[in-house]
């Protein structure tokens, strides 16, 4: 947004007209239903219904002083009119010149109904005020001060809703006031009332949901958007999109999103937006296990997207699917990160042997010459094991005659021992060009093939209905043979997205249902949590925690975990180590 973008309140919600009159006036036949007052022109409307047999009564105005019986020397003002054929009447007049901010009775009379009476407040001229008073403000307490006094007389001059403020705590009072504070510093002083009155009423219904006295639906969202999204240029459908997202994905999202606004420091209306679309997304992509469902809300949501980190989406068009199974169960605590995430994935869908980094895409190793071989080599199980489908293990001391049996190796050498041992029990392999590449990242279907010939040898032959996985694929028996055995369940839709980087999150549940059905675990007490706890989706917390407690998994130098990031070559192989070890 170019220059100095309307962040705040710059929105118009309500009608020119605002009622201003203290009650409604009732007699046998007939009513005055409403006097209205423009804030900014003070031009008054008074209007009410005749019930009469006649369709065309006459009906006289006239208008006197507050207490002032109407006779010849008190009368300001009279106009007369005819109803209409449902026996509704209108006037619309201005005050006479000279008349003073103050207090003003109607008396309204048809030759059918007794007089009618209703009060109203002329304000008079209000530039003066709203040069003097409120732009004039120096802080947000000297502009509440004016609006509240004379019973919050301030407020009314400009047509604002006070009943409804009045229904705030001091608090939220606070933050409306303070909001239209700052509006008003950012605009260098409201124009006329009305901004001023829609600036206030836009923060009364931010104020309203976060004190929970209102929800987030279909009309405080339009109020809230509609004319903030034209004063920053952009579309009013991008903002509503992702309130549609939410009630699509049902009111568990709905609700995460209140509290999101509510426990934030929401202070305007960019603000508001950005604590509502960052809690949408997290909990969106968070909590599903469908790449159809990361599809629609990227589908649904994207121009807003596509601003963040501006997306090709010619190139996302190409791999929709490979790029969605990517993002799945991610969890990215904005719209922005999950924006940079889609964007990586992109790149990387088109790229998969470039992936070297934390975000998600394919390649690394694989079936052949690329780093898991898929020749039939023997690995007895564990003799502990009760899985009674392959052989018998046992595991010797790591192998180190050749220190570095790559030499790239030296660049991750605490990874060295494990890729060494991993090596001569032909559990993996490098590269033709005699590297290992321990920085790659691992495929689901090269690690679950790693962990099944590491601890049950080759598979016998087994049959699993992945969708994803074809029968002829190099990984098939392996990733059957994890499924089967209950190691793996894939990520629901009947896929398993065998291509896509395993993150370390489900590297853990892997090893640990590996753990439970070896009998490898010592039932070590519960280690420390891991900094990042929270980051680490509910299914796979137990294993996490488990493979910390039993010493196989450690955290980085921040006690973080990184339960989102890619598992390298040199993860893994350390990981299948650890385990092997035991």
């Known amino acids: 947004m170019e220059g100095k973008k309307l962040k705040k309140f710059t929105v118009a919600l309500l009608t020119a007209a605002v009622i201003t009159g203290s009650t409604i006036a009732y007699a046998a036949d007939g009513i005055i239903t409403s006097?209205?007052?423009?804030?900014?022109?003070?031009?008054?409307?008074?209007?009410?219904?005749?019930?009469?047999?006649?369709?065309r009564e006459r009906v006289t105005l006239r208008v006197t002083k507050a207490g002032d019986v109407p006779q010849e020397d008190t009368i300001l003002c009279t106009y007369q009119v005819n109803t209409d054929e449902t026996g509704e009447y209108s006037f619309g007049f201005s005050m006479p010149d000279g008349a003073e901010a103050a207090e003003y009775d109607a008396y309204v009379?048809?030759?059918?109904?007794?007089?009618?009476?209703?009060?109203?407040?002329?304000?008079?001229?209000?530039?003066?005020?709203?040069s003097s008073k409120i732009n004039g403000a120096s802080n947000a307490s000297q502009l509440r001060s004016f609006l509240e006094s004379d019973n919050n007389a301030g407020m009314e001059m400009f047509?604002?809703?006070?009943?409804?403020?009045?229904t705030l705590s001091d608090t939220g009072k606070m933050f409306v006031v303070s909001a239209v504070f700052e509006t008003k510093r950012d605009l260098s002083g409201f124009v006329n009332g009305k901004q001023l009155r829609d600036t206030f009423n836009q923060a009364l219904i931010i104020a309203q949901i976060r004190e929970n006295k209102e929800t987030i639906n279909d009309n405080n969202i339009e109020m809230i958007t509609v004319n903030y999204s034209k004063s920053v240029n952009g579309s009013y459908d991008s903002f509503k999109t992702m309130?549609?997202?939410a009630k699509k994905a049902g009111?568990?999202?709905?609700?995460?999103?209140?509290?999101?606004?509510?426990?934030?420091?929401?202070?305007?209306?960019?603000?508001?937006?950005?604590?509502?679309?960052?809690?949408?997304?997290?909990?969106?992509?968070?909590?599903?296990?469908?790449?159809?469902?990361?599809?629609d809300f990227i589908t649904e949501n994207r121009d807003l997207i596509g601003e963040k980190a501006n997306i090709s989406w010619t190139q996302y068009n190409s791999n929709v699917q490979t790029v969605c199974k990517q993002l799945v169960r991610g969890n990215y605590a904005t719209l922005d990160t999950f924006a940079a995430a889609v964007k990586a994935a992109i790149s990387e869908s088109e790229n998969p042997s470039n992936n070297n980094n934390n975000s998600i895409g394919g390649g690394g190793v694989g079936g052949g010459n690329n780093g898991i071989k898929s020749t039939s080599v023997s690995l007895p199980k564990p003799d502990n094991s009760n899985t009674g489908i392959f052989g018998s293990n046992d595991v010797s001391s790591p192998v180190t005659s050749d220190p570095y049996k790559f030499d790239d190796m030296r660049r991750t050498p605490w990874a060295n021992d494990a890729v060494n041992y991993l090596v001569e029990r032909k559990v993996i392999s490098g590269y033709g060009d005699d590297t290992f590449r321990p920085e790659?990242?691992?495929?689901?279907?090269?690690?679950?093939?790693?962990?099944?010939?590491?601890?049950?040898?080759?598979?016998?032959?087994?049959?699993?209905?992945?969708?994803?996985?074809?029968?002829n694929a190099w990984f098939y028996p392996y990733v059957a043979a994890a499924n089967n055995l209950g190691l793996v369940q894939g990520i629901g839709d009947n896929q398993f997205a065998p291509n896509a980087n395993i993150v370390r999150q489900d590297m853990a549940v892997i090893i640990k249902n590996i753990l439970d059905k070896t009998g490898r675990t010592s039932g070590a007490a519960g280690a420390e949590p891991f900094g990042d706890e929270n980051d680490i989706r509910s299914y796979a917390l137990d294993a996490v925690n488990t493979l910390k407690a039993e010493k196989i998994v450690n955290g980085d130098q921040n006690n973080n975990f990184n339960p989102l990031a890619n598992t390298t070559r040199a993860e893994a192989a350390v990981i299948i180590y650890n385990v092997l070890s035991k």
Do not use: H
Request: proline share 1%; with cysteine; glycine share 4%.
């Open 159 to 166: 047509g604002i809703d006070t009943e409804v403020y009045e």
């Open 35 to 55: 006097i209205d007052t423009d804030p900014d022109t003070q031009y008054i409307t008074v209007s009410g219904k005749i019930n009469s047999e006649s369709n």
């Open 440 to 471: 790659n990242n691992i495929t689901r279907a090269e690690f679950v093939t790693l962990a099944i010939k590491a601890f049950y040898g080759d598979s016998e032959m087994m049959d699993c209905d992945f969708d994803d996985v074809d029968k």
């Open 109 to 130: 009379k048809a030759d059918v109904t007794e007089e009618l009476k209703q009060s109203f407040r002329y304000f008079g001229d209000i530039s003066s005020v709203l």
């Open 243 to 245: 309130y549609e997202s």
């Open 251 to 295: 009111s568990y999202v709905m609700t995460k999103a209140m509290s999101a606004v509510q426990t934030s420091s929401v202070k305007d209306v960019e603000s508001f937006w950005n604590a509502y679309n960052n809690s949408v997304t997290n909990t969106v992509i968070f909590g599903t296990e469908y790449w159809t469902e990361v599809r």
